[in-house]
């Protein structure tokens, strides 16, 4: 029986690397941590009723940042890993096993888990108030997106402890992904985690359309709407298109894994090259998919703090929708070396190209926005100037790539690692942490320390160039990707070590904002005005953070930039806009079948990952009688009373 | 739903209030929001079995000298669960006429017998995967019969799911009648139905009649 037990354990559990052990020791220590303190000082109601049932999409985005931030924490630490192991390749720091997983998992994490998700908590707080609606338009499964995005990132990350990571790269082609390639479990943990929190996003995509189209205060037009609002749209657009494509392919790589099918297998008449088309069908997209929101927030930025209009508004409409439009005709730019043919690969590198010029027009917009304004220089504002050129450089080195015959020369080396990182962090992330530093004030009601976030900054900025220059030359080197060692006489190893250095101060970057956030709370000061940066559009004209029903009268627009122009007048002394009588504000309840439903598809999940039906069915079986019992649930929402609304009200706004 | 009936509905899921105009009572919005929801999310379905045609189609001719579909499909029970799918799909939108009617007991009468074809193409679709792995075909044989039972099967999957749906939203309307929210609710499934007639249409003409004849 206990060599039952034990025979099971060394199975279950990761074993025989003292760095994952020290990860499970850790872990199960902050588990019981967490725990302790949740009973100790009675809080699991309070966690229930306020977070985990929740529809707010305020207290959802913020549920979302803080797993992304905890999930960069943990892709950093991949990256810094791999960054050792490569600055000291004699050492075998990371054998090449356990550096497959580490590159797979950071790169698995740093898009689907950490991008994906502080993009959607950016969409949820951001896109209501800046409408001027209540919530957005199916807060129930808003809700449910979130908790799918959670489990199967827990699912995904499970695997480092349990079972195995995956370790055939962040795409998983096959055939190294077959059962005959990755013989254990880590790809089926790869399959499950993604797949359910893929589901989440597409279903996150939908909600945002019908929010951006139907729920826009009176007098909004869709001309009218603030850039951020209709880069998300763009965005939702893209993903309503590409996602289906990732549930597919996820979908037929389980089917030759569980079931013996032979879709991408190499034998039985499969075509792995399918796969990969059919990956990157959904994967370019994706990168766009993830860059739109943060175009929309530099553009929000640049006119917020150059205190003018946003240059070329409809130009920028444009682009982001031609963006959006033409990033699904570009996939085959990842693969000129399929073999085929000439004329296939020069219409994708023609449209890859062109791509380019929207994005181009984009930059001189901002530019011309900045031009003659009267700039401020504010933490949000430094992170959109310094991206400027960092995303030049890294669009230009892309036109480079899609150069077909120069690709075949440039194809999986360095160059193109440092590339999608300069557009990746240069453009996501930079604008990512320049949205969240503008409206943090507006999440939490005070403001982030300045002097602690410029030290981040400079931290992030230098630490950039010094980790990814290194590697464009690298690349023309010829220092291939997923290699974890080489010969001292390649002559890498200087830059390699320059480049550790880098990704070091990156870390040390993070740091710096852990700090900035943690300062900021224990000296909290709350904001006494809900306008945080005299700003302009309509999220700036409640009380910071915003009241549950956000606004107690919907606001009626008649300009682009609202709020702005109301404060205008009423400068200039003419009449505010009259004030309508309040009235009871529809509200959606509280729920727990999202979080419940999850949990059922994370059981079904981990059951499928072991094969073992006991977990499977009733995972399932949950699945739909979750669906059937909200089905027949008429009961999913109340009205605040307009004695409510007035004492709230006049709370939030008597500290004035 | 444009017309929604005018009985007011007790409880409705929904929260924007007021938005878009006078009314603040935001039912009329909050149902037909839902319906364009429903329209985007057979978008994204579109797209999903867009993937799968394509897979069927790149794998078509990858039979790995195993059997093909020509030899073993026989073509009279998919002629007959075609048209009784196609059937299902004209007593549903009847099942819709019966409820602009204000009539319950048709409508819920018109869902049963939708239902019912809709089981019984359930039932053919089983019968024919059965024989086909009795003939010797079963999804691990070569890559077109991996893309035909997952092309074929999705669809399946989607009407079976559809006739869950279909027999709780019989439950709800016995028990509450034709309500704003109800009729909405009929209204997308009929919607979905529809659907997947559509896409059968193509798994007929593209698997089956270029495929098998």
């Known amino acids: 029986m206990l060599d039952k037990i034990k025979d099971f354990a060394s199975e279950f559990f990761v074993t025989g690397d003292p760095l994952i052990l020290g990860a499970q020791v850790s872990i199960a220590l902050s588990l019981v941590a967490i725990l302790f303190v949740l009973t100790y000082f009675k809080k699991w109601k309070w966690l229930w009723t306020e977070w985990l049932t929740s529809v707010d999409h305020k207290k959802i985005g913020i549920m979302y940042i803080i797993a992304s931030i905890l999930m960069l924490f943990r892709g950093g630490v991949d990256a810094l890993l791999m960054r050792v192991q490569l600055a000291v390749p004699e050492v075998e720091f990371l054998n090449a096993e356990h550096y497959n997983q580490i590159f797979t998992t950071h790169g698995v994490i740093m898009i689907l888990f950490m991008a994906m998700p502080l993009m959607f908590g950016l969409f949820n707080i951001v896109v209501p108030l800046q409408i001027g609606a209540r919530d957005v338009a199916f807060p129930f499964l808003n809700s449910l997106s979130f908790w799918m995005f959670f489990f199967g990132a827990m699912l995904f990350n499970v695997s480092f402890i349990i079972g195995g990571s995956p370790d055939a790269g962040w795409l998983a082609y096959p055939p190294l992904s077959q059962l005959s390639g990755s013989p254990g479990l880590g790809q089926d943990f790869y399959i499950w985690g993604i797949q359910i929190s893929g589901i989440g996003s597409l279903a996150t995509g939908i909600n945002f359309v019908v929010t951006i189209l139907k729920m826009r205060a009176p007098g909004m037009k869709l001309m009218q709407m603030p850039m951020f609002v209709w880069s998300v749209l763009s965005s939702c657009i893209t993903i309503m298109f590409a996602f289906p494509i990732l549930t597919v392919t996820l979908f037929l790589l389980f089917l030759d894994r569980y079931l013996g099918a032979h879709f991408f297998t190499l034998d039985g008449g499969g075509n792995p090259m399918m796969y990969i088309n059919l990956i990157w069908m959904w994967g370019h997209p994706e990168v766009y998919i993830v860059i739109l929101p943060a175009f929309g927030i530099f553009s929000e930025i640049v006119s917020a703090f150059s205190k003018k209009k946003l240059f070329g508004y409809k130009s920028m409409v444009f682009a982001l929708m031609s963006i959006s439009f033409f990033s699904f005709f570009t996939w085959a730019h990842h693969f000129f070396t399929m073999g085929s043919g000439a004329n296939v690969n020069a219409f994708f590198a023609l449209t890859t190209m062109l791509i380019a010029i929207p994005t181009g027009v984009k930059v001189f917009n901002w530019l011309f926005t900045m031009y003659r304004g009267r700039i401020t220089f504010p933490t949000p504002m430094m992170w959109t100037v310094a991206f400027i050129p960092c995303f030049v450089v890294g669009g230009m080195t892309g036109v480079l790539l899609s150069v077909a015959p120069a690709d075949f020369q440039f194809h999986n080396s360095y160059f193109l690692i440092a590339h999608f990182h300069q557009v990746l962090i240069g453009g996501v992330v930079f604008g990512y942490f320049a949205g969240l530093y503008y409206w943090w004030p507006k999440m939490f009601g005070f403001r982030l320390h300045e002097g602690l976030g410029k030290w981040a900054f400079w931290f992030w900025n230098i630490g950039f160039y010094v980790c990814f220059m290194p590697q464009y030359a690298l690349g023309l080197m010829g220092m291939t990707r997923r290699v974890n060692e080489y010969n001292f006489d390649m002559g890498w190893q200087p830059l390699n070590v320059i480049s550790t250095v880098g990704a070091f101060l990156m870390g040390a970057a993070f740091i710096f904002q852990v700090w900035q956030i943690a300062h900021s709370i224990k000296f909290y000061k709350k904001e006494k005005d809900g306008d945080a940066w005299d700003g302009r559009t309509l999220e700036w004209s409640i009380p910071s953070p915003a009241p549950l029903y956000n606004f107690a009268r919907l606001p009626q627009v008649t300009h682009q930039d609202d709020w702005w122009e109301e404060k205008q007048r009423i400068t200039a002394g003419e009449p505010a806009k009259p004030l309508a009588p309040l009235e009871p504000i529809h509200m959606p309840k509280n729920s727990g079948i999202p979080f419940i439903m999850s949990v059922c598809w994370f059981t079904a999940g981990f059951g499928f990952v072991w094969d073992w039906k006991w977990m499977i069915i009733p995972g399932l079986i949950g699945v739909a009688v979750c669906m059937l019992i909200r089905s027949f649930s008429y009961d999913t929402d109340y009205y605040i009373p307009v004695d409510e609304i007035e004492r709230t009200e006049a709370a939030l706004r008597g500290t004035k | ?213």
Do not use: C
Request: a neutral charge.
């Open chain 2, 1 to 213: 739903m444009a017309n929604a009936v005018s009985t007011p509905a007790g409880a409705h899921g929904g929260h924007g209030a007021g938005h878009g105009g006078g009314h603040h009572d935001g039912h009329h919005d909050q149902e037909s929001m839902k319906t364009f929801g429903f329209w985007l999310f057979l978008i994204t379905d579109v797209i999903l079995f867009g993937t799968l045609f394509a897979t069927f189609v790149v794998l078509r001719l990858n039979t790995d000298g195993g059997p093909t579909g020509a030899e073993l499909i026989e073509m009279n029970g998919i002629i007959i669960s075609t048209f009784i799918l196609l059937t299902s799909s004209f007593t549903s939108g009847i099942a819709v006429l019966e409820m602009n009617k204000g009539n319950k007991r048709g409508l819920i009468l018109w869902l049963a017998i939708t239902a019912l074809l809709g089981a019984s193409f359930i039932y053919l679709e089983v019968t024919e995967f059965i024989h086909l792995v009795h003939e010797g075909a079963n999804i691990g044989t070569s890559a077109y019969w991996s893309a035909f039972f997952t092309l074929v099967g999705t669809h399946g999957l989607h009407v079976s799911v559809g006739l869950v749906w279909m027999i709780a939203l019989m439950l709800q309307l016995r028990r509450r009648g034709i309500t704003p929210v109800t009729k909405r609710k009929v209204n997308i499934i009929s919607l979905y139905w529809h659907f997947l007639d559509v896409v059968w249409i193509f798994v007929f003409t593209i698997v089956y009649l270029m495929g098998v004849m």
